[in-house]
């Protein structure tokens, strides 16, 4: 029979539901060595009565410290805002609990590296939950590039583009606030770009970046103010300081030698979760965008020329990375199942006691080049990753 974990959420917001569902559909699909109870729901001020009975969740609390000190609790999911991010990661460490935070993993290079060095003091397996290098399609590309299909690779191309703030009376929510976040489109999207940059083709070594800030002040938020949703009006009300970017651009020098850009902006008008990358290698190509999650494009370079051109591949048969636990072939998953994905991996690599990727060092490693792309654009220079940290 399998040992049950308990899990603690922490956050009860739009990760909160994201995680929520991914642990209870984890064993549902696949064949996890562990069975997972929804122990208790974390929040701050916010009731979570209503959220702890839709989801299923033993019992609601308002004190994070206290519940990481249970000894009844396995497994915390993180999903608050950033700055809350170090704080319980290293509590949850402390007292023995495997880790799921949300990204990006924290303020700083150091913040990310004591995270880590923490957990592996711990003995405890942590993850960082870049949920993209879980669709299938990515998944794929990872291996076709281990595989050789590119050859040796040229160019990144990477963009990760939204536009729920351009409106300027969208309020000044904890995502625009550097107390709270850090960063804004640079650590919020571009912490996901860099990801799957590092995950696909290798190591970031110098940036040149420039970021920008295009509404410089927010009416103060309403009631219901969240991730993505205005909450109540705010016409007339008092206004606040923007103190984070709105938009970054980077162009990457990799330490293989490829040369990256990477455009991440909240301001592109049409674009609601556009994150995008092509690679080109000189044997072929691969081209991947989630608004279309379940296909990725491939060019074939080596093919005789009368027969070059991009092929659609949909990523949903049984042998593409994960498929199998889900639907049969061409019946297509969504955003929601990258989490349970994840999740599966995580329960895994508890199992087996080994680490699962990207987890609090790889964090540290892409917020050490985000801080760099930050201090190009603030010096207006190219700037190695490695000075962050010296």
């Known amino acids: 029979m399998k040992k049950t974990l308990n899990v603690a959420m922490i956050g009860g917001g739009f990760m909160g539901r994201a995680h929520s569902n991914a642990w209870l559909k984890v064993n549902k699909f696949f064949d996890a060595p562990y069975k997972v109870n929804l122990k208790v729901i974390v929040g701050n001020n916010k009731p979570l009565e209503s959220f702890a009975e839709n989801w299923g969740y033993d019992e609601v609390s308002y004190d994070w410290r206290e519940t990481l000190a249970r000894k009844d609790i396995d497994i915390v999911s993180i999903g608050t805002p950033t700055y809350m991010h170090k704080d319980m990661a290293i509590e949850a460490a402390k007292n023995g609990k495997h880790i799921v935070l949300e990204k990006p993993c924290a303020f700083s290079y150091a913040d990310c590296v004591e995270m880590y060095e923490a957990a592996e003091k711990a003995g405890v397996v942590h993850y960082l939950n870049h949920n993209y290098r879980r669709v299938p399609a990515v998944a794929y590309a990872k291996k076709l590039i281990e595989e050789g299909f590119l050859g040796r690779v040229f160019h990144w191309r990477g963009a990760y583009l939204q536009d729920w703030i351009i409106d300027p009376e969208f309020p000044l929510t904890w995502h625009l606030r550097a107390d709270r976040a850090c960063g804004g489109a640079l650590y919020d999207l571009g912490s996901h770009a860099v990801d799957l940059a590092r995950y696909l083709i290798g190591e970031p070594e110098r940036v040149t970046a420039r970021l920008e800030t295009f509404v410089k002040n927010r009416p103060l938020p309403?009631?219901?103010?969240?991730?993505?949703?205005?909450?109540?009006?705010?016409?007339?009300?008092e206004k606040g300081e923007v103190t984070v970017d709105d938009?970054?651009?980077?162009?990457?020098?990799?330490?293989?030698?490829?040369?990256?850009?990477?455009?991440?902006?909240?301001?592109?008008?049409?674009?609601?979760?556009?994150?995008?990358?092509?690679?080109?290698?000189?044997?072929?190509?691969?081209?991947?965008?989630?608004?279309?999650?379940?296909?990725?494009?491939?060019?074939?370079?080596?093919?005789?020329?009368?027969?070059?051109?991009?092929?659609?591949?949909?990523?949903?048969?049984?042998?593409?990375?994960?498929?199998?636990?889900?639907?049969?072939?061409?019946?297509?998953?969504?955003?929601?199942?990258?989490?349970?994905?994840?999740?599966?991996?995580?329960?895994?690599?508890?199992?087996?006691?080994?680490?699962?990727?990207?987890?609090?060092?790889?964090?540290?490693?892409?917020?050490?080049?985000?801080?760099?792309?930050?201090?190009?654009?603030?010096?207006?220079?190219?700037?190695?990753?490695?000075?962050?940290?010296?």
């Open 222 to 237: 309403g009631a219901n103010a969240a991730t993505f949703s205005k909450g109540e009006s705010t016409s007339g009300a």
């Open 247 to 390: 938009s970054a651009f980077m162009i990457i020098d990799f330490e293989n030698g490829a040369l990256g850009s990477i455009d991440v902006t909240r301001f592109a008008c049409g674009r609601k979760n556009y994150n995008d990358f092509e690679v080109y290698g000189d044997k072929g190509a691969i081209k991947f965008n989630f608004e279309r999650m379940n296909e990725l494009e491939i060019f074939d370079f080596t093919e005789p020329a009368r027969s070059q051109g991009y092929k659609r591949i949909l990523a949903t048969e049984g042998d593409h990375p994960y498929v199998s636990a889900w639907w049969p072939s061409g019946h297509i998953i969504g955003y929601e199942h990258t989490f349970v994905n994840a999740f599966y991996d995580f329960l895994t690599a508890i199992d087996a006691k080994s680490e699962i990727t990207p987890n609090l060092l790889d964090g540290a490693n892409i917020i050490r080049c985000l801080e760099a792309a930050r201090l190009s654009s603030a010096e207006g220079r190219p700037v190695s990753v490695k000075e962050i940290g010296q």
